[in-house]
């Protein structure tokens, strides 16, 4: 029996029924960190790049996270530059020791997939839209890592 595309079988993958949103959930907005990634993203999607006591000072303005400390925020950043969705920015003035954060592509495209569903996309999608975007995912998911 041939191989579908409907049903992958990729190397590591395995098929799974959805059952609730949930699932659905991108890691970056899951856990205990997740409303804390969350008010990150928004603060440097409005105003890019910031120091950490700018970023800082914008995120304990909001409701539930007025306690978060210097040492949480470093680490959270830290771990979302590993992860590839904050980019710190070198300091413009030689000899500065300041750190800038920015927002890279890869978070902006973490907050839409959390605002839009998937199925909002493919619903509202032409033929042409949804054969370039399954191009782009295929491409994404079949590239090997260097």
Known sequence: MSQSFFLPRLEGAKTVARKNNKENELAVFMGKEARLNLAIFEVLAKDSPQTIKELRTQVIK???LEETYYASLTKRLRSLQETGYVKKIQPVKPGSNLQ???LRIKAYLASFLKTYSIQNIVDKS???QAASV???LLNVILEEKD
């Open 62 to 64: 909001q409701k539930s």
């Open 126 to 128: 032409t033929d042409q």
């Open 134 to 136: 399954l191009l782009v």
């Open 100 to 102: 800038f954060f920015e």
